[in-house]
């Protein structure tokens, strides 16, 4: 089993339960597969750099998982089949970029926890 990162961009026209439940569709295809899903986040929507079929902004998420090699090719195909998705990348993580994203978890973790305090 590799570790990956897939970051995916759904285009800005759909709804905040619309995106949950695709999110949740491409998380529960990761486990079909044979993968286990360790870390999901929703980074919002955001400005594109250039246009995307005639849009200039998307929601992104950010989707860590461990999976065997063949399950790759495969969910790239359903990124590709989506009409949701407007861009994908995936990335096989080796040990350096495993240990950046770690420490990135735990960095992000105890900001939004001082958040809640102040709040």
Partial sequence: MNSYETVFILTPVL?????????????????????KVKHSENWGLRKLAYPIQKKSTGFYFLIEFEAPGEAIADLELMFKRDERIMRFLSVRMDKHHLTYAESRRKRLGAKKSTEAVEA
Avoid at 17 to 33: D, G, P
């Fill in 15 to 35: 709804s905040e339960e619309q995106t949950k439940e695709a999110v949740q569709k491409f998380e529960s295809e990761i486990s079909s597969l044979g993968g």
